[in-house]
């Protein structure tokens, strides 16, 4: 189990991504309800983002409700409603007190009234916070974010603002819902299963990949740290040779 003094102070990734998957099978396992399993959900949110402040990470952004949970039976959906509004209302106090701003990815407005509103309140509340960021995603799909993006695009273009040529790859990033945050460097799914299930897909392009098996409510800052460390060991390419990449200053034109 990695430390956070283990860690290479200088190469802490400023955003880190999560699917925080494994809730259910962890309640199964206790032969619990699966909203026991979400509720532990959200403790183990609340230590993981204290030790990814005290580790520098700038953005953490959770997966917390895709655009096809929507197909879970209502029940469970209803729980995950409220949890999550108790969730980040139980949090204010300390999103604030660590400096911490609270953004959503996605749409909220699916979210229920009373959800919504607590979500609005912690957003402002903390709104004055410069230290990280909490980015949570509900109701949040790749497709629909970039199905989105291209509609955006499409009515600048109609408008005549914009030439069909005059697209970049910044012009599709900046009508994304992350806009303002720079691409995760790492991307960790708990749970065991390895698969992205439409979270980010044009964001983690260059992003190290990191599964494990623990269930969601049983990671925490020691595992979190584990990810960090095996992401300091990977060497990053970005389609370059592992020469240029250790001896940049040998490929000055690269
Ligand atoms: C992740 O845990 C939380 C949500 C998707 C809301 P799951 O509820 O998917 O847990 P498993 O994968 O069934 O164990
Ligand atoms: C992904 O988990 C969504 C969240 C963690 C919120 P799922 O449990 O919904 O993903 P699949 O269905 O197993 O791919
Ligand atoms: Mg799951």
Same mark, same amino acid.
């Given at each position: 189990?990695?430390? /956070?003094?283990? !860690?290479?102070?200088?190469? #802490? ?9 494994? $809730?259910? =099978?962890? *309640? ?51 729980? /995950?409603?409220? !949890?999550?509004?108790?969730? #980040? ?9 660590? $400096?911490? =701003?609270? *953004? ?70 900046? $009508?994304?819902?992350? *806009? ?75």
């Amino acid at each position: 189990m990695a430390t /956070l003094e283990q !860690l290479d102070k200088n190469r #802490i990734p400023q955003h880190v991504a999560i699917i925080m998957d494994g $809730n259910g =099978r962890w *309640a199964k396992a206790r032969g619990l309800d699966r909203s026991a399993g979400h509720k532990a959900g959200v403790e183990a949110l609340h230590k993981v983002l204290e030790a990814a402040v005290k580790a520098g990470v700038k953005y953490l952004t959770v997966y917390t409700f895709s655009t096809e949970n929507w197909n879970r039976p209502k029940e469970e959906v209803d729980a /995950l409603m409220n !949890l999550i509004a108790w969730g #980040i209302d139980k949090e204010k106090e300390e999103l604030i007190r660590q $400096n911490v =701003r609270l *953004a959503i990815v996605g749409d909220i407005s699916r979210m229920p009234d009373f959800a919504r509103n607590k979500t609005l309140e912690c957003m402002k509340a903390a709104s004055h916070c410069t230290g990280s960021t909490l980015a949570i995603a509900f109701n949040y799909g790749s497709r629909f974010e970039l199905t989105n993006a291209m509609q955006r695009i499409a009515q600048q273009v109609k408008e005549g603002k914009l030439q069909p040529e005059e697209i970049s790859e910044q012009t599709v990033q900046e $009508n994304l819902m992350t *806009a303002d945050m720079p691409d995760p460097e790492l991307l960790i799914r708990t749970g065991g299963e390895q698969r992205i299930s439409n979270y980010l897909l044009w964001q983690i392009a260059y992003s190290e990949l990191y599964f494990c098996d623990t269930y969601w409510p049983d990671f925490g800052a020691d595992e979190l740290y584990d990810a960090i460390l095996d992401y300091q060991g990977r060497e990053r390419r970005f389609g370059k040779t592992s020469e240029q990449v250790k001896t940049p200053s040998q490929y000055p034109l690269s």
